[in-house]
Nanobody, 128 residues
Framework: HVQLVESGGGSVKAGGSLSLSCAVSGYIYAGYCFAWFRQAPEKEREGVASFYTGGDYRYYTDSVKGRFTISQDKTNNTLYLQMNSLQPEDTAVYYC??????????????????????WGQGTQVTVS
């Protein structure tokens, strides 16, 4: 059973930075897709970034390219999202997710919410 627990959310002024963490526990096999999603009030949940554990490529949605970085520390089974130059439109609840999207599909963003079967509880990010 895979469990994901996010932390690191909070409030920050525009232009500031936050780093989100997602502790991963349970069985994760090689070749898994990890992603960060976000959901703003009255909006659909959208994918922000992803990467495939079997490769080196990362996917970022256009609105966060150059500002956000997704990474993983295998030594402590933690997924990260470093967010720089934050803007008010980045305000949302952020979720980490894991799923079996493979290879190129994961690292190119060719996935949707339904492709991820494991979710964290979410952490609030507020930018003013």
């Amino acid at each position: 059973h895979v469990q994901l627990v996010e932390s690191g959310g909070g409030s920050v002024k525009a232009g500031g930075s936050l780093s989100l963490s997602c502790a991963v526990s349970g069985y994760i096999y090689a070749g898994y897709c990890f992603a960060w999603f976000r959901q703003a009030p009255e909006k659909e949940r959208e994918g922000v970034a992803s990467f495939y554990t079997g490769g080196d490529y990362r996917y970022y949605t256009d609105s966060v390219k150059g500002r956000f970085t997704i990474s993983q520390d295998k030594t402590n089974n933690t997924l990260y999202l470093q967010m720089n130059s934050l803007q008010p439109e980045d305000t949302a609840v952020y979720y980490c997710a894991a799923g079996g999207v493979q290879g190129y599909d994961c690292s190119s963003g060719s996935w949707g919410r339904a492709d991820f079967g494991h979710w964290g509880q979410g952490t609030q990010v507020t930018v003013s």
